[in-house]
């Protein structure tokens, strides 16, 4: 398979559908670009560093500071009293104390921040802070969390049909379960936050946060302001991957504390361990399934149950959860199902927002019903996958939106005929035949994501564009750059307006005194929202310019064309920044604010239906492994990607993030292994411990393609959003490692295989495979799977 790229005519799409470089990209190369922790410090500024329980559930009796206090540099200990307003920076739902006060709820929580004179001393300091506590049994068994239906938010459920007949009258019902592990966002640059007080009493807040907004609403409820005295401010971030949705505000929220407290700037900056240790995951799940299907495979109803980890308190579980909900049918109908989703409390960090958000946990389960129906009918899973896709008459999701675009079976066609799938197959399983000690493994799995927050009024955006009398352009809004190209896509949607170089935009920091009221940066939604409200702006001032050209020089507006840096008119041509100084002298407004709300989303959660999603964005992958059966190991050796970005703002920016996210979920299901010890704190601490894929796990052969299409809804310049639908291409590798399993079995049985699919596990799964295959394979009278409802 080749690269594809998307041609638009040079007149029309000068701009948008270039691959131009990431705006920030030689300057991360050569290291000049500036993050947080490169900002020289105040000759008076502070550091601070939280005092973390040493307990994972218990009372608070005592905590003796009196060691802290004596050692050099010390100047302030921050306690629970010390803060103004609220001590809770819960992002939906109150029940996230900025200091515990008197019960600690996981390993690690917060308790006290150390001010120090230098960040070693601040630190040295916490760990001299004595806690005597009262310690209570811990809740860490999902299972047993289950069975007390102890949840964090009440459960929610998808219904239609009549399950419970479907199930009876099916002619094969199959069951299954499998959990899910976590992940650690892992990026480069940790939790910090500066924070500043101003001369009005109001506080400046420097953070590495995907949502601003929130941020300055939270630190003005903790010091007891009005939201206009906060203001925040991001530049660019280290990566997020969802890790810095909610996790950056008790850190932004402590310095901004402290800062009030001591008048002085104070800057905290996480440990690596420590932000492992007491920042949120990907939440772990534990799913199992009931689905009767017909002698073909054809699916004909699913009962589901999807239990998700949430850790101590709410965070955003409810609608990470509600998602997984909603992406439980990937790109398959089920004419008849029951999707229930709970919030299990267990009793570590509260678990948060994760490239993805909830779907991927989701769309697990869909997948390893798939396969558990091939398995047991003795048919190839691709031909299950096909037989169950979204067509017209089968239209229907759980949640009764109605799918309106089916490109899925021409992607999957384009694959299985460019990655010859049906050819690699035969000669995997007469390889398999041969091979002893490792057994190959094929699978083809697809992707259908919805794009848009669930919760309605987070789908909107602003934006504010200003041009220069030189012709140059400064755009503000409400996105933040995590490395993903937000600021270069923004950079060339404006430059297409104006037709100018994408080099004349500058995209600055985010900051709430620019744009008020921001979404977070999440949800695949950066583009489509900031880009569209950027975009309005922009119109608004070409517009202005068109009207006033045309007044100006008595020519008809229609006559106005903006074209490659120049402006065209009856009569008459000049450069775009003459245009723009000819306004300036005629005292024409070149600054304009853009909003854009999307439209179509809704959701009733009482009904449990509605139109949550835009659109849908689409992928498919085809992953070939080995796996080694004497030590468990596993190979990626082959991937071949079709994604769907609709048309591309910049293909390579595009391609880029397909490659990253799949990478990404590889790593989540085979090596990336979240483990807590019996006393609840995190054993898996850092790097020596949990592995995310490295260079050479990367897949030999690796070729990644853009599908030839449009958004058919009105998105910005028809794109499609790009950062969350690849994770869950990576879906494929752990399936093609259960079709390797299924070879022991002569695929008529697949172990189960939770995830991450380590070498241990695996191992497991082969001794699982081959008992089975011991009890099956000379008996004429076993069929299938032994898990039958």
Not at 222 to 231: D, E, M, W
Not at 505 to 521: E, G, H, M, Y
Not at 612 to 618: D, G, I, T
Not at 674 to 681: E, H, P, T, V
Request: charged share 20%; glycine share 8%.
């Amino acid at each position: 398979m080749r690269h594809f790229k998307i041609e638009h005519s040079a007149k029309a799409m000068a701009q948008v559908g270039r691959s131009i470089p990431h705006e920030s990209a030689i300057k991360q190369v050569c290291g000049s670009a500036t993050y947080l922790d490169d900002k020289s410090p105040p000759v008076d500024g502070l550091f601070g560093y939280p005092v973390l329980a040493g307990v994972t559930c218990g009372r608070i009796v005592t905590m003796d500071t009196s060691a802290a206090t004596v050692m050099p540099g010390v100047v302030r200990i921050i306690t629970a009293a010390d803060v103004p307003g609220l001590n809770d920076v819960g992002p939906v739902f109150k029940g996230d104390p900025l200091f515990a006060e008197q019960n600690v709820e996981f390993h690690s929580q917060p308790l006290l921040l150390i001010v120090a004179t230098s960040y070693e001393q601040a630190r040295k300091a916490a760990r001299a802070v004595q806690v005597e506590y009262e310690v209570s049994p811990a809740q860490l068994d999902i299972h047993q969390a289950i069975k007390q239906q102890d949840w964090v938010r009440p459960p929610h459920a998808l219904e239609q049909g009549n399950v419970q007949q479907a199930l009876v009258n099916a002619r094969h019902c199959i069951s299954g379960q499998m959990h899910i592990g976590g992940q650690e966002h892992f990026y480069l640059e940790g939790q910090i936050s500066i924070a500043s007080p101003t001369e009005d009493g109001g506080m400046f807040v420097q953070c590495s946060t995907q949502n601003p907004a929130e941020i300055q609403h939270l630190v003005a409820k903790v010091l007891n302001r009005p939201f206009n005295y906060v203001t925040v401010e991001m530049r660019r971030m280290g990566g997020g991957f969802g890790g810095k949705e909610t996790q950056a505000a008790a850190w932004a929220c402590m310095a901004a504390v402290a800062a009030h407290v001591t008048g002085k700037t104070v800057r905290i900056r996480l440990a690596r361990g420590d932000d492992f240790r007491i920042t949120g995951k990907r939440h772990p799940f534990f799913n199992r399934y009931q689905v009767g299907v017909d002698e073909t495979g054809l699916i004909e109803a699913v009962d589901i149950e999807l239990n998700g980890y949430c850790g101590y308190s709410a965070d955003l579980s409810d609608a990470i959860v509600d998602r997984a909900l909603f992406h439980a049918d990937n790109a398959y109908h089920y004419p008849n199902a029951r999707i229930n989703g709970n919030r299990c409390r267990v009793n570590t960090v509260s678990h948060t927002a994760f490239r993805g958000f909830g779907g991927p946990q989701g769309m697990m389960a869909a997948e390893q019903i798939v396969d558990d129906i091939a398995y047991h009918l003795g048919i190839d899973p691709l031909k299950v996958r096909k037989r169950n896709l979204y067509r017209p008459g089968r239209d229907l999701t759980p949640y009764r939106q109605r799918i309106e675009q089916f490109v899925m079976a021409d992607m999957i066609a384009q694959v299985e005929s460019e990655a010859r799938y049906w050819q690699r197959r035969e000669a995997i399983t007469m390889f398999n035949q041969l091979s002893p000690l490792i057994k190959k493994g094929l699978s083809l799995t697809p992707v259908k994501f919805g794009i848009s927050f669930t919760l309605q009024h987070l789908n909107q955006a602003g934006a504010l564009v200003l041009v220069y009398s030189d012709g140059s352009v400064h755009v503000n809004h409400g996105g933040t750059e995590m490395g993903q190209g937000l600021n270069t896509k923004i950079a060339q949607i404006v430059a297409q307006v104006f037709s100018i170089d994408a080099e004349l935009i500058l995209v600055n920091a985010t900051r709430t005194d620019k744009v008020p009221n921001s979404s977070p940066t999440a949800a695949s939604s950066g583009t489509d929202l900031n880009g569209m409200a950027a975009l309005n702006a922009a119109n608004t001032i070409r517009q202005r310019l068109v009207e006033f050209l045309a007044d100006h020089h008595r020519v008809p507006a229609d006559s106005v064309r903006f074209e490659s840096s120049r402006v065209y008119f009856a009569g008459g041509e000049m450069d775009f920044s003459e245009l723009a100084q000819l306004a300036y002298v005629n005292r024409i407004s070149l600054s304009e604010s853009g909003f854009y709300a999307t439209p179509k989303v809704h959701y009733d959660r009482d009904k449990a239906e509605g139109h949550p999603f835009f659109y849908f964005s689409h992928g498919v992958a085809l992953s070939e492994v080995e796996i080694d059966l004497l030590t468990g190991e596993n190979t990626v050796t082959r991937v071949d990607i079709l994604h769907d970005v609709g048309n591309s703002i910049n293909p390579a920016i595009d391609i880029g993030q397909i490659e990253g996210g799949f990478i990404q979920g590889m790593g989540w299901l085979t090596t990336e292994d979240l483990r807590w010890n019996a006393d609840g704190s995190l054993a898996s601490a850092g790097p020596a411990t949990y592995k995310i894929p490295a260079i050479g796990d990367t897949p030999a052969e690796f070729n990644v393609s853009l599908y030839d299409s449009e958004n058919p809804e009105t998105s910005v310049f028809k794109s499609k959003a790009v950062g969350e639908p690849p994770f869950m291409l990576g879906i494929s590798v752990w399936s093609a490692i259960r079709n390797a399993l299924a070879s022991l079995t002569d695929y008529r049985f697949a172990p189960s295989l939770s995830t991450p699919a380590t070498p241990e596990a695996i191992l497991n799964a082969v001794a699982e495979a081959r008992q089975w295959a011991a009890a099956h394979l000379h008996n004429p009278e076993a069929t299938g799977r032994t898990t039958e409802c």
